[in-house]
């Protein structure tokens, strides 16, 4: 079964600072994608970025920035120039290429990011 | 769009009561799953419907929780009866269909406590 380790159960980053969350994972499979997710007090989950395994290159968006070592099984996140609405609970998640099978995404228990004014 | 929409918000109950929540996936979205999130964990998949056809309950407590997707829109979540390791929130979700690039929307969850 695939599981997913976030080791760092609380972060901190200064506002305008960079911060880099970490996770690893664990999978015998060759295809499949990661995510990370943010949820907020509200609880609504929300899609901050997503890697294909078949991608070498790292997946951006905007500030969010990934790095993805495949043959490590480590996906990292890097929010640069961080503001005070990043603050939130941020989810690494695995789930395997579909297929017209379950979807079911494997969640990391969480790191809560506190930004500092 | 609208998004996906989930009440309550809250509910308390004792053990061995009964309770149901109910999610409304965004309209025109076939693919809709339920999250179990315990508090210092991830969510859990309890439940993955594909219209109104179960394709995934293998994390699901059959012996106590249910859930139906009637017409293969609206869907409720039961629990007879409540333990109390059932308190969490209980996250729906939804997709347009199957697929490696559709993403998933969350609902806000309902967050349940079992006294």
């Known amino acids: 079964a695939q599981t997913v380790t976030q080791s760092q159960p609380e972060m901190s980053v200064q506002e305008a600072e960079t911060v880099t969350l970490s996770c690893t994972y664990d999978?015998?499979?060759?295809?499949?994608?990661l995510f990370w997710y943010k949820q907020p007090p509200s609880r609504q989950m929300i899609l901050v970025i997503r890697?294909?395994?078949?991608?070498?290159q790292n997946a951006t968006e905007n500030r969010f920035s990934v790095n993805f070592q495949k043959a490590a099984k480590s996906f990292s996140l890097k929010i640069s120039d961080s503001q005070l609405g990043d603050a939130a609970m941020y989810f690494c998640?695995?789930?395997?290429?579909?297929?017209?099978?379950?979807?079911?995404?494997?969640f990391g228990k969480g790191t809560k990011l506190t930004v500092n004014p | 769009e609208a998004g996906v929409a989930q009440s309550p918000r809250y509910k308390i109950i004792e053990k061995r009561q009964s309770v149901a929540f109910w999610c409304n996936p965004i309209?025109?979205?076939?693919?809709l799953y339920w999250y179990q999130q315990i508090l210092g964990q991830g969510p859990k998949l309890l439940i993955q419907?594909?219209?109104?056809?179960?394709?995934?309950d293998s994390q699901l407590p059959k012996d106590r929780f249910s859930a139906e997707r009637l017409k293969g829109v609206d869907s409720t979540l039961k629990i007879q009866p409540a333990k109390l390791e059932d308190s969490a929130v209980y996250l729906c979700?939804?997709?347009?269909?199957?697929?490696?690039?559709?993403?998933?929307?969350f609902g806000s969850g309902t967050q349940l406590s079992v006294l």
């Open positions: 979700a939804s997709s347009r269909r199957p697929g490696d690039n559709e993403k998933l929307f």
């Open positions: 999978t015998s499979e060759s295809d499949y994608y």
């Open positions: 890697q294909e395994a078949y991608k070498q």
């Open positions: 998640a695995y789930r395997t290429s579909t297929q017209g099978g379950s979807e079911k995404l494997v």
């Open positions: 309209s025109g979205h076939a693919t």
């Open positions: 419907f594909q219209n109104n056809g179960v394709v995934d």
